[in-house]
Structures are given as C-alpha cells and as structure tokens.
C-alpha cells in the first residue's frame, strides 16, 4: 500500500473519531423562576463581540427595534456606529471586573463572541463565557442568548462532508474544543438560556426564512445561513421561550 493511501486513511480514520469525540446529549438547562420578559416594551441589551460580524447585525438590529444597546468591545475604534440609545463599553471577557459597569441594569446579554486564534489552543470562548455568566448572576440579568456553531454537540457531523472531515478535525479542532467547553458552561448555569448554533456564517442579506431546530443541517452538503439571519433569530430569542434551556441549528 501505498504512503498515500496511508495517509489518507489514518485521516479519515481521524475524522470519523474526531466527529464521535465531540458528540453530546442535546443539552438542556434548568427553568428559573425568574418572571418572562415582556413582549410589549423595550429591552435593555449588552451585547458581547458587537465589531464581529453577527454582533454588529445585533446592535443594528436591535436599535431599529426600539432597544436600548451596551455594545461591549475590546477596541472602540472599532464600532463607528453613532446612535441615541447606544452605549459602547470597552472591556475584555478574559478581565471580569471590565464586565461589571457593562452588565449593570441589562435585561439579557447577547453573545456573538469569536476570535481567530485557531493554531493552538485557547479558552478564550470558554474562560470568556464562564466570565460573562458570573458577571450576570452577579447583576440579576435573566436571559442568556449565545452563538455557537453548528455540527457540535448533538449536531456533530451536520455541517456537510467539507466540515466533517477537513474543517472541523484538521483547522479548528482547538476551536471546537473551547466551545464545546463554552456549551457545557452554558448548560450548567443558573440563567435562562438559549444556545443558537448557526451554519457557515456569510455576509448576504437576510432571507427571514430558513431552517430551525435541533435536527437540522447536512451529513453531505455544506450549508450556510446569513449573519443578519442569525442575528434576527437571536432577537427572536428574547421573548419567544420555544428554544429556551436548549440548543438550536439555524440554516438554509
């Protein structure tokens, strides 16, 4: 046999048990006792990772919703965004303390948090949540709104061939890892939360309609779905408890 065929085993191989590594239970959190937020009023907001792309789809969103934003940045420069009822705070998820004067009076938090360091490993998204959770029991916030990915956890392998078997195992196993990490972190708290684990992330306009739920995504195509899509779906999240102490996929 070949060197090549080898080596093409030993990577498939890999793949297949890279996917079965990173499988869970859906995850399921518990009902707080908190009281709903209402439907008919105007939200106070933070919003961690506002300069990325899905978070800046929040902070626009929102505002042409009528809410009230703290958009929580690394670099401020960073957001040229000017309106009335938006706050930028800087900070860092990784120093909790920056967290407190961003958290205080928030109704919820939505978290678009990302980074680019996908070489090694981090725990930038797990230490960085853990961060963010603390700071809202600390400051009574309620609800909980996270981005995370699709084909983790129970949605492993839905992502298409190219993510099962090239993306995921081989370029961002580390990243995979600290979500995976930041999911379990989410699960076990005390907030109401809502996971929203999204496709391949593209810059197109929003379709407002696309595929929901636990089971969705492809074991063969790749799939994608608009930042301004997820955006608006996170949104939604705030008073529709359909999804609420579960994870759900979003694509086309």
């Known amino acids: 046999m070949s060197s090549g065929k080898i080596i093409l085993i030993i990577w498939l191989v890999y793949a297949v048990v890279f996917t079965f590594a990173i499988l869970r239970k859906p995850p399921r959190g518990r009902r707080s006792a908190r009281v709903p937020l209402g439907k008919d009023r105007p939200f106070r907001l933070l919003v961690i990772g506002a300069t990325g792309g899905t978070g800046l789809q929040l902070v626009e969103q929102a505002l042409a919703q009528g809410h009230e934003v703290t958009a929580f940045v690394r670099n401020p420069a960073r957001l040229s965004l000017r309106h009335e009822k938006l706050r930028v705070v800087q900070g860092d998820v990784l120093q909790p ?116 739920g636990p089971n969705v995504g492809s074991w063969l195509l790749p799939v994608r779905i608009a930042r301004a899509d997820v955006a608006a779906f996170m949104l939604l999240q705030l008073t529709d408890d359909k999804y609420l102490g579960s994870a759900v996929g979003l694509c086309y």
């Open 97 to 212: 303390a920056s967290l407190t004067p961003a958290m205080q009076g928030q109704d919820a938090v939505l978290c678009a948090l990302g980074h680019k360091r996908f070489l090694g490993p981090s725990r930038i998204l797990s230490q960085g949540t853990a961060n963010i959770l603390n700071a809202m029991q600390n400051a009574n916030v309620p609800r909980f709104i996270c981005e995370s990915s699709l084909a983790l956890g129970n949605s492993a392998g839905r992502g298409g061939l190219v993510a099962t078997f090239f993306l995921y195992p081989l370029i961002l196993p580390f990243y995979v890892w600290d979500k995976l990490w930041q999911e379990k972190l989410i699960e076990e708290s005390d907030v109401d939360w809502v996971i929203v684990r999204p496709a391949a992330l593209t810059n197109g306009p929003a379709r407002g309609q696309y595929r929901q």
